[in-house]
């Protein structure tokens, strides 16, 4: 597993639940040096036993502790980057979906070694869309579910979701956009340091 993607559960287990958590599961599953650095490769055994860990003293489902980290990810002021990347893909939620389509070629661009879910977005009428997720890590599909929900509030947008997993692990998310202007979304602009 990429460094940044246990980076970033580090991050929001400590911010989220505290440093004492953190440093109790670190001690755990034997991060090496009780954190993680972001350009390493880690073997996937270590943050999936970390997830399991957090699961079990959280007494939360791992999938709704994979699709908190999503939320984190684009809610927190702590991982801005990750919101701004994913706002580039549109002024409005509907054409954010729509950028879904390259979000692996420009995540590739910034980090080259960070395997991203490979995802394609099927329109089936207005308001509804299937979302493809495949290629996708242990995991990623749910943090791909908080993401989406988190996005939909940023971009003040009310959504359905729902999500639906295969055997071999491709997960679908069906999401209705009910309403695209359903409240006023938070403020974006694409120059940087611009208040956002």
């Not at 073997?43 to 970390?50: F, H, R, Y």
């Not at 089936?124 to 299937?130: C, D, L, R, S, T």
């Not at 749910?142 to 947008?157: M, P």
């Not at 979701?161 to 055997?167: G, P, Y």
């Amino acid at each position: 597993m990429h460094g940044l993607i246990n980076c970033s559960l580090q991050l929001y287990l400590s911010d989220r639940h505290g440093s004492k958590l953190w440093e109790d599961l670190a001690q755990e599953v034997e991060v090496p040096d009780g954190r993680f650095e972001a350009m390493l490769p880690y073997e996937d055994g270590l943050t999936t036993a970390l997830v399991t860990a957090a699961a079990r003293k959280l007494m939360r489902p791992e999938p709704e502790i994979l699709e908190d980290l999503g939320t984190f990810l684009v809610t927190s002021p702590r991982t801005e980057v990750v919101r701004r990347l994913l706002r580039y893909g549109g002024v409005n939620f509907r054409e954010f979906l729509y950028s879904l389509d390259e979000l692996q070629g420009r995540v590739k661009l910034a980090v080259p070694d960070l395997e991203m879910p490979k995802l394609e977005l099927r329109t089936e009428g207005e308001q509804e869309y299937q979302l493809l997720c495949t290629e996708a890590q242990a995991g990623m599909g749910h943090v791909l579910v908080g993401v989406l929900r988190a996005l939909a509030d940023d971009y003040g947008a009310l959504v359905l979701l729902e999500e639906m997993h295969s055997e071999k692990g491709d997960m679908v998310v069906t999401v209705q956009l009910l309403n695209a202007e359903h409240a006023t979304g938070r403020r974006f602009s694409l120059a940087h340091g611009a208040a956002s």
